[in-house]
């Protein structure tokens, strides 16, 4: 018996329990590390809205008797930059420098409707540059502001030219006694570098079709060709033109007193006359002389019986519109023409795609997708997830790569094979690339003022083999073939490879034709006339038929409903970025920005200001043939 008991195996303990209990430990550890994930970021929240309640301001309202102060900023633009939300609540709404007109044209609509706002207040101090589509939109705004019954007045210490065709809008002009009010035209103007390029041994290898194609001139000419300034001069001409019927017709003054004071100034001027701002007010583009510490009573003095004086409530732009920007913008269409579809919605949504700045491409995550610059093809590609009813595709942009602006045509032919029709409306600029992208729409509208064309295609490469056998350095080896494709900046680029690329230019430049063809229903021989690369300001792009009519971003969208049927519609601003609930509520409780130092706002601005611009300059890359408009100023 004990020999059996001792024999006897120890029992050993099932593993199934050793298994579920290494389960449940784990199940307990990860609620543990939940749980207290959970704490500290409640406890981070927590701490937050305490410390944005000790910091708090005043929550942005509009007050009772207020005085609406329009101030751009340096430029302005159809779409404001994206900004990481958090960023721009640290930093302030002006991060960019820019201002957005969509934004601007729907406060001034929203205050010209509210009885708190008495008075607009325009100081266009900051304003470096707008364009004349941009002026008549805001313009448009401002007459209806007008119409309201409020008055508008503007003043600066000094006028510069785009400060005064902004402030030209207004009822009363006001300037500073020791001020001054400057013109100075329009030009259309780059600098040439071919003799330091071969001062410095840099070859500029250019391949381009289109004679007209301008933007290699400055690396291969000391000066602008005639063909190319030929071309120029009636466009220049025109927009100086419109520029002085628009001073004109805001100050209801000859059209010779116009062209006196802006072309003539220094002959108006008298040795025994030494105060500029006279001559202002006596031709009839000042209305009063004053300071600036005399400005607010002046201002109560002319609109006095409105209620204003120096007590008045001041509300920027810029502020007025967070009280308003998540409301809908719901319109009601316009009876549709015959050749237009009956209205037969009730209601729908049209989406505003912004086609913005120079339209590069890169490889998506994937490195099988071309995304665009401009966020145009993900927007696109959103609009028909979302079954919207029309698009109207905004266009200010001067081209850019053929490859990205061929990706963002092709989503559009993928919006209208879905039956959605897709309107162009183009901005300031809707050239080369610009009008790659826009020639298959439905419908195209342009201002007079918009400059388009440019149907032509470049490729540049410098190469430095010549700087580096001056210093010593050459460049030598076994290859496999001397017909092969191989670009190397470092040797020059062999015949055959000149050939090659010239041959890519070329093939892009025929298609350009071709989609320009297709889009437009011109024969290919006939685009061929009107494009070389040859630019064309709205007017004129309607003569050639390049667009359907001329309008204002208005009247787009009011094509775009009747197309679609709508009676009334929905106007949704893709890329339109708004912060979230949360961040709403933080930024309304909170004044952040005084915590931070003008001196360093200034300096994270400068960092990303030109962080973007080295960003956009490194999207340039050798090899790629480019369809971009070297001329398409503001003034």
Known sequence: MNDQIESSPPK???????????????????????????ANILLVIVIIFIFAFLFSGPAIKVEPNSVLVFSPNQSLVEKRPNINPWFELLLGSTIADVTDVHDVVATLRHAAKNSRILALEIRPDSLAGVSLVHLNLIGDALKTFSESGKPIYAYSDEFSQSAYLLSSFADVVYMNKLGALSFSGLAFESMYYK?????????????RSGEYKSAVEPFLLDAMSDIVRESYRPIVDQLWRAI???????????????????EGFADLLDPSRSKLGKLAIEHGFVDELITTNTLRAAVSQEFGSDGLDESTARILTEDYFHTIKDSRDVRITEEATASDAPLTKRGGTIA??????????WSGGDGSQLVDSTGAVEHLQLAIKENVDAVVLRVNSPGGSVLASEAIRLQVEAVKKQGVPVVVSMSNTAASGGYWISAGADRILASDSTITGSIGVFSMIPTVEELLQRVGVNTDGVYSSDGHFRIDQTSGISESE??????????AYDTFLEVVSNGRSIPKAEVDVIAGGRIWTGLQALEHGLVDSLGSYDDALEVAANLAGLKSYVVERYGFVRRPPFMNLLAQSSNWTPQITPE??????????????????????PRTVYALCQFCPDF
């Open 244 to 262: 002085k019927e628009l001073i004109a017709t805001n100050r209801d003054l000859e059209p010779s007193t116009v062209t006196q004071f802006t």
């Open 498 to 507: 000149g050939k090659i690329l010239q041959a890519s230019v070329d093939d």
């Open 352 to 361: 505003v795609i912004t086609v913005e700045g120079a339209i590069f491409g």
């Open 12 to 38: 050993e303990k099932p593993k199934k329990m050793n298994i579920l209990r290494r389960i449940w430990r784990g199940i307990a550890s990860v609620f543990r590390f939940l749980r207290v994930s959970a």
């Open 600 to 621: 360093s706002q200034r300096l994270m601005k400068r960092a990303r200001n030109t962080w973007l611009e080295v960003r956009d300059h490194l999207a340039i890359k």
């Open 195 to 207: 003799s330091i390029l071969e001062k410095l041994d840099i070859t500029v290898n250019t391949f």
